[in-house]
């Protein structure tokens, strides 16, 4: 069984940057995907980027030049660096997994691990 546990969360201004990492236990397959989550206050969560086992990302539109993805294999990890960060980012952010490519899995419900998530607050 994996398990997600994130960190790196915070309170920080609009227009500063935050690192968010996502340690993964158990057992990790070669093809193994992970992606970050989102959701703010009175919005429905959202995937806001994948990183697929062969090193394909993908992006949510908002977040696109501002946001990177990427894992560190050795390290079982999985970060997000978060730049020019608005008070529109704000929300509980969480990583999950899911065994397989995931280019097309952008709900909750198509992956199959959770952290518990770590909050961002962006102030104006």
């Known amino acids: 069984q994996v398990r997600l546990a994130e960190s790196g969360g915070g309170s920080v201004q609009a227009g500063g940057s935050l690192r968010l990492s996502c340690a993964a236990y158990g057992y990790i397959p070669h093809n193994y995907c992970m992606a970050w989550f989102r959701q703010g206050p009175g919005k429905e969560r959202e995937r806001v980027a994948r990183?697929?086992?062969?090193?394909?990302?993908t992006y949510v539109d908002s977040v696109k030049g501002r946001f990177t993805i990427s894992k560190d294999i050795g390290k079982n990890t999985l970060y997000l660096q978060m730049n020019s960060l608005k008070p529109e980012d704000t929300a509980m952010y969480s990583c999950?997994?899911?065994?397989?490519?995931?280019?097309?899995?952008?709900?909750?419900?198509?992956?199959?691990?959770w952290g518990r998530g770590t909050q961002v607050t962006v102030s104006s």
């Open positions: 999950a997994g899911t065994y397989g490519n995931c280019a097309f899995k952008t709900t909750g419900s198509d992956f199959d691990h």
């Open positions: 990183i697929d086992s062969d090193g394909t990302t």
